[in-house]
């Protein structure tokens, strides 16, 4: 299961990031700080999270039926 932290200056990451030790993410849009550990469980990885102008997503999990983009 993938580790998410989302905060307004100081967080503190240690406590989740071995909930998904195959890849951390962070990044900050505008005053807050998005941060994704990924477990991989696919093998692939896919680096969160994805930004829109000022929509930011972060998921756990897979997404299915989608032939346009792989997901872990």
Known sequence: MC???VH??????SK???RGQDLTN???VDKYTFV????SVSGELT???????YIVCIYNGQI???????TD
Request: aromatic share 12%; glycine share 10%; net charge negative.
């Open 3 to 5: 580790g998410i932290l």
């Open 8 to 13: 307004l200056g100081k967080g503190d990451n």
């Open 16 to 18: 989740i990031k071995f």
């Open 26 to 28: 962070e990044v900050k």
């Open 36 to 39: 994704h550990n990924l477990l």
């Open 47 to 53: 680096p969160q999270p994805f930004i829109d102008e």
């Open 64 to 70: 299915y039926n989608h032939s346009y983009i792989n």
